[in-house]
């Protein structure tokens, strides 16, 4: 033989990536949907509320930001991968974007922080519920 065995043969011509570092952020927004109800326009006159909305509204707010780092592919630092009979490389360690990860060993992927999951959206009370016969039958008819 050549005294080349075959895992060297598929180690060499290896093309990897060095890398290079990147911010991920994580942020966090919360969603407030507005929706006015059926007496909104007699909030002020029988309650002397002021400000309320009679139009639907959505809005969003950043409740937190994370940052960490990763590494990811250097496009400009791609090497291939030649072998000579002074180096003994029988494996090469890269991710699904080519980025080496380790040589001769099994790399570790860096774990991701855990997605933010919301809670199920609770139904919300029907106004009607809290209202006695007076105001729903006062509600229906026009004197």
């Keep these: 033989g050549m005294g080349v065995s075959l895992a060297q043969q598929t180690v060499a011509g290896t093309t990897y990536f060095l890398p290079k570092t990147a911010l991920r952020f994580a942020v966090k927004v919360e969603k ?5 109800g059926q007496f909104a326009m007699y909030a002020f006159r029988y309650m002397k509320k002021k400000d ?8 969003y707010r950043v409740v937190d930001i994370r940052m ?5 592919p250097d496009s400009t630092k791609q090497f291939t991968l030649n072998l000579d009979k002074k180096v003994s490389i029988s494996e090469v360690d890269r991710d699904e974007s080519g980025l080496l990860l380790a040589i001769n060993a099994k790399g570790r992927q860096v774990a991701l922080p ?3 999951v919301p ?3 609770q139904p919300q009370p029907n106004p009607n519920d809290y209202m006695n016969e007076d105001i729903l039958s006062a509600g229906s ?3």
């Design 32 to 36: 407030t949907t507005y929706t006015p």
């Design 141 to 143: 008819t026009d004197g």
């Design 52 to 59: 309320v909305a009679l139009h639907p509204a959505e809005t």
């Design 68 to 72: 960490n780092t990763i590494g990811v």
């Design 114 to 116: 855990e997605r933010f």
């Design 119 to 121: 809670a199920p959206k």
